[in-house]
């Protein structure tokens, strides 16, 4: 003989109690783990403490060990008589039961009362009904004519059944106490399935009458108990165990056999909506009492408890399916389950209940669907709740990317086409965007001016240093040799120092993108450096001296700063005469006190510059490496320094040695050698990875249009992702701007067409598609031959379903507008103006955004003049009171502007 099966129920009544039955009831008590209680150990098991969970614990209250041969057990709804238990039993009795109480301290009455039905077999299922909980339905094994569905009255005073036998018959419940036996009732309220099986059955929540039986391994049926001679549905189908209705929906239900769960509408009755297919067999499947949809199924010798988010589940076509999100959990590890049970109130509690009687107290917790507010706010939902956090009013989050990129947006960047460099005075704080536009104007203006030159098909292309000195932008598409010069280093009249220089028209072209166009303009050294000067920055203005080999040009810029130093404390370095007469003491002999104390000392100076200055004048083997490894100098002065001294197989090596570190690190000072290339927006991938900045990398890749480098995947996932987020700010002017911008610099780049009439069966755009199909010969439409109807349309040209009738003419709305649909005059030239072309706003579809009613322009205006209510028949929209602008004109009033 097996082992009875253990199950678990929550008390309806009690949110802190729950029993366990199988050969007999167990009632326990739950309870939270206080701060210091011991829950392991033999002084727990001597306080009768089970472990349920980190949080609670549970305590035996009492058992009932009266009731022999249990299948299933139902425990009362209402809160009095307490503890109140049917139990039905293997010979098909239903019993009334409590804990720790007897007949005589009853005040009910109920406990230790039977019901009998006629013929002994066994009762599969039992069900309270949730809202007259009075009635008891009982479900049974099938015995000849009798009936396998028994609604009990508990409160029942008698028994009136003649049938019974004459020892069980006329035993009033008043012999309970009194010695003479249990009272028994034989009399159902109800009788239902005459000569059929009951596995399963369930009460509707909100259908009061009405209760929901699997039958006979084949049908699911729907009773209503106000008329018992038919029932009200009926469903074909091999899974009727378990019947559960979802208590938020009185029209979804679920069932299962063997493997297989099913989930039905009432509605649509005639087969499941959704099939839920398990490798083991089912066990138990229960709907949460406090999650909308959400459906709980245990296995056979499985660890698992399966859970089945049910979504969408209102009524649908004949490929309707809901969507349903699936989770497992597993809270016994590789134990295996008997049952599980539902908490009525609390969200998402589960009590499990093991092959070997362990318990465990879970709470599933929610997956967290986490949702970030363009405006610096967070919402989240977690079960029934909604969680929004907004930042402190006292908080400050200016550093945040999106707050910049917000601000940014507001003020028009990357919409200066004029300059493009404004758009670098809207990020004050980030030197790296600064360079970037800064370096776009500067290749813009050198396009407009004629020194560089596009080679190849494609437009205009931002190229980089790297591309320009492989040969990638002459017409020979390869490397040009470099020719070596000697430059003359002079500190004075005496001291002249020989340094070799390299020259090449493609190392012009790379010093030009580097701001370094010196060599064929006189004043561009000396204008440059009085910039520098102007702005402050006199080491670098010295530095960029001395590279150019005006050493003293350089003295003097380093005056100049110590000057202005001794005016203002911020200004500048009041070392710089110092360093400026360590300067005037060069010399280019290799064992002097002069290099051997300026090479040591280098390196203890704090501006990067000036240490460059000093690597360079103390190079000896014009590797030139500690000024080219100097990260403190400005990107286009490396890059240029190493266009100028270095021979041409070194400086190709340097300049991809660099491209790498920059395009790895996203640095945007890289661009100066990768270009708006692949190199670039590999660079940029980097960027936006690092920083979330997607604005800049997007803005900065729309100047590259049109070229092909403009149709990569990730550019145009970030103009898609760019323009999404000003939608999501509002900032619907700036999108609208930003949709321009692109236009003019690509006119190939067209919006796509946002409104259209569509047509209702196939979704497909019916005036575009009656463009296209209107061609014949290469002929518009409004061309043909013949009467003026062979224009007119009845049908989409998409799928050939008629078109809307006109509600008052009852004529298919046909017209295309903006067409022809007359007939040409041969002797006349036919006009093809923007004017002629389109049709009298009268033959044009118009509808009610409400109804959808509607018809040609001209009909519904001259209908509307006498009348306020839909002209559709039983249709009572007042359509033109809810049109905003609500004036009727007359056809020939209307013209089309």
């Known amino acids: 003989m097996s082992a009875a099966r253990l199950d678990v129920l929550w008390s309806p009544s009690h949110v802190n109690q729950f029993l366990t039955f199988g050969t007999e009831i167990s009632l326990y008590k739950a309870d939270r783990i206080t701060h210091g209680q011991v829950v392991t150990g ?98 049974l094994d099938k015995y000849r004519s009798d009936s396998s569905v028994l609604v009990w009255d508990i409160n029942a005073k008698y ?68 008329d018992v001679s038919r029932p009200v549905n009926v469903a074909l189908t091999k899974a009727v165990y378990g019947v559960a209705i979802d208590p938020h929906v009185d029209t ?72 349903i999100i699936e989770r497992s959990v597993q809270p016994c590890g590789e134990e295996s389950l008997s049952s599980f049970a539902w908490h009525p109130t609390h969200e998402n509690r589960l009590m499990i209940i093991t092959t070997k009687g362990n318990l465990t107290d879970l709470t599933v917790f929610e997956r967290i669907s986490l949702s970030w507010s363009p405006h610096s706010s967070i919402t989240w939902a977690c079960g029934k709740r909604l969680h929004h956090l907004t930042a402190h009013p006292t908080c400050t989050a200016e550093d945040d990317i999106s707050i910049k990129m917000k601000r940014r947006a507001r003020n028009g960047y990357g919409l200066q086409t004029d300059q493009i460099s404004r758009n670098a005075d809207m990020a004050p704080e980030d030197s790296d965007i600064r360079t970037l536009w800064h370096w776009l104007d500067l290749v813009r203006g050198l396009r407009d001016e004629g020194k560089i030159r596009t080679v190849g098909k494609g437009g205009f292309k931002y190229h980089g240093v790297k591309s320009v000195i492989k040969g990638e932008t002459n017409m020979a598409g390869v490397c040009m040799k470099s020719d070596l010069h000697y430059g003359t280093l002079a500190a004075g009249v005496d001291k002249r120092t020989i340094v070799h220089t390299y020259r090449s028209e493609d190392r012009s072209r790379a010093l030009q993108l580097c701001g370094w166009n010196f060599e064929k303009e006189f004043r561009a050294l000396e204008d440059h450096l009085e910039r520098l000067e102007g702005e402050g920055e006199y080491e670098r203005a010295a530095a960029i001296a001395l590279f150019n080999l005006k050493i003293r040009r350089a003295i003097q810029t380093l005056n ?83 266009c100028t001294f270095l021979p041409d197989a070194r400086l190709v090596d340097y300049l991809e040695e660099l491209t790498s570190e920059m395009v790895e ?32 990398a997007c803005l900065a890749m729309v100047q590259a249009c049109p070229s092909d480098v403009s149709k990569d995947t990730r550019v145009q996932q970030w103009i898609e992702s760019y323009r999404s987020l000003l939608d999501s700010w509002r900032f619907w002017h ?91 005059n041969k002797e006349e030239k036919q006009d093809f103006t923007k004017e002629a072309k389109q049709n009298k706003f009268g033959s044009w579809f118009t509808w009610c955004q409400t109804c959808r009613h509607g018809g040609h322009a001209n009909h519904m205006m001259e209908w509307f003049r006498d009348h306020t209510e839909c002209p559709v028949t039983a249709c009572h929209c007042k359509c033109m009171s809810l049109d905003s602008v609500g004036t009727v004109t007359t056809a020939e009033e209307t013209t089309v502007k």
């Open 42 to 139: 033999s002084k727990a098991l001597a306080q009768g403490l089970i472990r349920l969970s980190d949080d609670t614990t549970a305590t035996l209250l009492s058992t009932n060990t009266d009731i022999q041969y249990m299948k299933c057990v139902a425990w009362y709804p209402k809160k009095e008589p307490e503890f109140l238990l049917a139990v039905g039993q293997a010979n098909g009795r239903v019993v009334l039961t409590s804990f720790g109480q007897d007949g005589a301290h009853d005040q009910y009455g109920l406990i230790g009362k039977e019901f009998v039905p006629r013929h002994a077999r066994q009762c599969n299922s039992l069900s309270w009904h949730p809202n007259e909980s009075n009635m008891l339905a009982a479900g």
């Open 159 to 226: 028994i009136a059944d003649s049938a019974s036998s004459p020892d069980k018959s006329r035993v009033h419940r008043d012999s309970v106490g009194s010695g003479e036996g249990p009272s028994m009732v034989s009399k159902p309220l109800v009788e239902l399935g005459a000569s059929e099986t009951a596995l399963s059955l369930a009460w509707f929540t909100h259908e009061s009458k009405t209760l929901l039986v699997g039958m006979n391994n084949k049908f699911l049926k729907i009773f209503d108990l106000r």
């Open 252 to 323: 979804r239900i679920a069932s299962y056999v063997e493997g297989q769960v099913s989930i039905w509408d009432t509605r649509v009755f005639e087969k499941p909506v959704l099939t839920l297919t398990e490798q083991r067999h089912i066990a138990k499947i229960a709907w949460s009492p406090t999650r909308y949809g959400l459906l709980g199924i245990s296995c056979k010798d499985s660890p698992v408890v399966k859970l089945y988010d049910i979504q969408h589940s209102g009524v649908g076509g004949d490929d309707y399916e809901p969507a």
């Open 560 to 642: 100049k700063g110590a000057t202005s130093a001794a005016h203002s404390e911020d200004a500048g370095d009041l070392n710089l005469n110092v360093v400026a007469m360590a300067l005037s003491g060069y010399t280019d002999e290799k064992n002097t006190l002069w290099r051997e104390m300026c090479g040591s000392l280098r390196t203890q100076l704090a501006h990067p510059y000036l240490r460059a200055m000093f690597a360079f004048l103390t190079e000896e083997a014009e590797g030139f490496q500690d000024v080219l490894n100097e990260s403190g100098l400005f990107i286009q002065d490396r890059v240029a320094f190493a």
């Open 665 to 696: 690190k996203g640095n945007l000072e890289g661009i100066l050698l990768t270009g708006l290339t692949t190199d670039g927006i590999d660079l940029l991938e980097n960027y936006v990875n690092s920083t979330a900045d997607v604005q800049t």
């Open 734 to 824: 700036q999108r609208a701007q930003f949709d321009v911008h692109r236009n003019l610099i690509d006119p190939a780049v067209k919006p796509p067409q946002q409104v259209f009439v569509s047509c209702n069966f196939c979704g497909k755009s019916v005036s575009s598609n009656m463009l296209a199909s209107g061609r014949t010969r290469g002929r518009p439409m409004g061309m043909r031959y013949g009467s003026p109807q062979k224009s007119k349309i009845s049908s989409c040209p998409g799928c050939r379903k008629p078109l809307p009738r006109c509600a008052l003419c009852l004529m298919n709305m046909g017209t295309a507008s903006g067409t022809i649909a007359a007939k040409p």
